[in-house]
């Protein structure tokens, strides 16, 4: 059975969540999805938008669904959760995808108080223009099947690639903290562009594009960063000048340092530090 026929619940209309559920409605018929959250406002604009429904509360969503994308923060997650599995029955229960950064499938099955199955979720935030790097693992509970599905349902919001659950911390730390640091770098090069004498509004879209083209080089080429900017660098020329500057500031160690912490702190978050 393609994923287009299945139910697809959600709980949670924020940014990511709609982002998410924006692109499962490109796949999935809008008359197939159901939308949960506590603005209700938020969720019957968004369901208007995508042809969708809205659940009185969490557990309708939840009943109602084969797949239920629980987008909501970590906080929350256990009420959530635990709301669910106390008012559907176990057989009426759908297969959970969640998406709260640092905790893990065996504490997801804790929050649980029947038996539950469990798919966790590592997107980012350009899923909101479907670019986004998500990162999907699971247990052993999983069919292939159904990590099929829901790869299907989320290809419209990017790149999906299954992983080990012991990389999901890195993940974090890299795709999902990582386009922060990358609108750092887009800012800090405008502002030297700003600098050098070219208007704010010039200077981002240079910026931007530069590293828009930089990236789909690595990707489409299959070459090592490394050598790609080999290739820029002329002897004595503008851009090695640049990169020993860069290399003098510390950059990559920079770099390092920030994904490691974001590494850090989504295990924090998970208990496992």
């Known amino acids: 059975m393609s994923v287009s026929s299945k139910k697809i619940g959600i709980i949670g ?11 499962v409605a490109k796949v999935v018929p809008g008359k197939n999805i159901i939308l949960f959250d506590a603005d209700t406002a938020k969720a019957a604009s968004l369901a208007e938008k995508l042809g969708a429904t809205v659940a009185e509360d969490c557990t309708k969503a939840a009943a109602a669904a084969d797949y239920l994308i629980v987008a909501v923060k970590p ?12 008012l ?4 009426e229960l759908p297969l959970f995808v969640s998406i709260a950064a640092g905790v893990d499938i065996e504490r997801l099955k804790k929050l649980a108080l029947i038996e539950a199955r469990f798919i966790r979720l590592m997107p980012n935030l350009p899923a909101t223009v479907g670019e986004a790097m998500i990162a999907l693992t699971c247990g052993d509970d999983i069919k292939a099947e159904e990590v099929a599905d829901v790869k299907e349902m989320l290809s419209k919001a990017g790149s999906v690639e299954q992983v080990p659950e012991s990389l999901m ?14 609108f750092m770098f887009i800012e ?3 502002d030297a562009a700003v600098k050098l004498g070219m208007p704010r509004k010039q200077a981002y879209i240079y910026a931007a594009q530069t590293l828009k083209g930089a ?3 690595v990707l489409e080429t299959g070459d090592h960063p490394a050598a790609l900017k080999d290739a820029v660098c002329s002897p004595n020329g503008t851009t090695i000048a640049g990169v020993a500057a860069l290399e003098e500031c510390g950059f990559r160690n920079a770099v390092i340092k920030a994904a490691v912490a974001a590494t850090d702190r989504s295990a924090e978050l998970g208990g496992r530090k």
């Open 13 to 23: 209309c924020g940014v990511m969540g709609s982002a998410l559920i924006t692109a």
């Open 75 to 86: 906080n929350v997650i256990s009420k959530v959760i635990s709301d669910i599995t106390t």
């Open 88 to 91: 559907v029955p176990e057989n």
């Open 169 to 182: 911390d890195c993940v974090t730390g890299v795709s999902g903290s990582g386009p922060a640091f990358g």
């Open 188 to 190: 800090a090069l405008a």
């Open 215 to 217: 990236a789909t080089m």
